[in-house]
């Protein structure tokens, strides 16, 4: 069995396929299609990504590096406002890598980079990794269910409808979005996580506050509070809403689909090609385009939603 | 302990927002605007009155740009 049935036994051969017929295989070769699924998948898996590596740790290190360079007055602010933006924007892929244990399975010899990489990673995104990594397994298992989804709430009929829900979400009393993962950690039986979140918000309104104080609030709103919602809104938007959109239907070839944005693959941070990751999930972000292209008669036949792409 | 007073700190939140983080900022942005407040307040006055006001609500409502959360 690969990772992906060993980490979801739900998922099981034989899906109708798109004209409703069993999965019964090739007459020629004798294998189903989810067999041939599986080894296209298999050769897309495997080895460190290093570019995520370098991505997740090199992001941060840039977006640190603003602050001094900010402060003692080497950057003008309003330079590096967009790059703080940016960095917030760019922080949260690496970190996924390795919620999904691509950069190091657990006994492997790259394990530990693989937990620094999603620990760090999110920092300016004040995101702790284990909140992160326990809820976007929940959103794999139950991708779509309006109770266990715990992006479900991320649903919008439109974009501008999708970045005024990102929003609401983030109101204090809302309990929706990143403010609903609490309720999903307590429900997996896992409270201690959601208390990461407590302690992260409490050390990043700390030093907003700190730096307010010490006259550097500006610094402080255009280097981290402002980029971190907009970055925000923008994550949600291309990995929650965007490949779920309209949300409704759930099952293995149903709960994602293939788009093509008007951003392009890189505007999107690669998630034009999100069914082949819901399929896969520890196929490398980077090598998802070659392998949807490998893929793409499978998902045809399964009838997966492939838009323009 | 420190778990409660995380708690009590994260459900004040949005008063506490509206009173440690927006004045300062408030009269940071009203130095560099070169602005001077209404009615005599000093910026750091002026951004206690926006800060409270917006926090208050903000902690009444549950949400800081509608009515309801």
């Not at chain 2, 926006?50 to 409502?61: E, H, I, M, N, V």
């Not at chain 2, 800081?64 to 959360?69: F, K, S």
Request: glycine share 10%; net charge positive; with cysteine.
């Amino acid at each position: 069995m690969d990772t992906l049935t060993q980490r979801f036994p739900e998922i099981a051969d034989g899906e109708p396929l798109a004209d409703g017929t069993a999965d019964i295989g090739d007459r020629d070769t004798g294998k189903t299609l989810m067999q041939r699924e599986r080894e296209i998948a298999r050769r897309y898996m495997g080895d460190v990504p290093w570019f995520a590596v370098f991505w997740g740790l090199g992001n941060l290190a840039i977006w640190l590096a603003l602050w001094p360079l900010v402060l003692f007055g080497y950057l003008p602010l309003w330079a590096a406002f967009p790059v703080a933006t940016l960095n917030v924007i760019l922080c949260y892929l690496p970190s996924h890598e390795a919620q999904h244990d691509i950069i190091g399975r657990a006994g492997t010899r790259w394990r530990w980079l693989n937990e620094l990489v999603g620990h760090l990673s999110t920092i300016p995104l004040v995101l702790p990794y284990r909140a992160a990594k326990l809820t976007h397994l929940e959103h794999h298992r139950h991708t779509n269910h309006p109770e266990r989804d715990p992006d479900y709430t991320m649903r919008a009929d439109s974009p501008l409808h999708m970045i005024w829900v990102s929003l609401k979400n983030r109101q204090p009393r809302s309990n929706r979005g990143l403010r609903g993962y609490r309720d999903a950690l307590v429900r997996i039986g896992r409270p201690d996580a959601a208390l990461d979140g407590l302690l992260y918000q409490f050390a990043f309104y700390g030093i907003l506050c700190g730096a307010a104080w010490a006259g550097f609030g500006i610094e402080a709103l255009l280097l981290w509070w402002l980029p971190r919602h907009i970055g925000t809104a923008y994550i949600q938007f291309f990995l929650s809403w965007a490949p779920h959109h309209p949300g409704t239907r759930q099952g293995r070839y149903r709960n994602t689909r293939a788009w093509r944005s008007a951003l392009g693959n890189i505007g999107s941070m690669g998630m034009q090609y999100h069914i082949v990751h819901h399929l896969h999930p520890t196929i490398p972000l980077t090598r998802t385009p070659a392998a949807y292209r490998e893929l793409r008669p499978i998902l045809e036949a399964r009838g997966c939603r492939l838009e323009n792409l | 302990m420190p778990i409660a007073i995380l708690k009590w700190g994260f459900y004040f939140g949005p008063l506490l927002f509206g009173l440690l983080f927006i004045p300062p900022v408030t009269a940071q942005i009203l130095a560099v605007l070169q602005w001077a407040p209404p009615f005599g307040l000093t910026p750091l006055a002026a951004g206690f009155v926006l800060g409270g006001t917006w926090g208050l609500y903000a902690q009444w409502r549950g949400s800081w740009l509608t009515w309801t959360p």
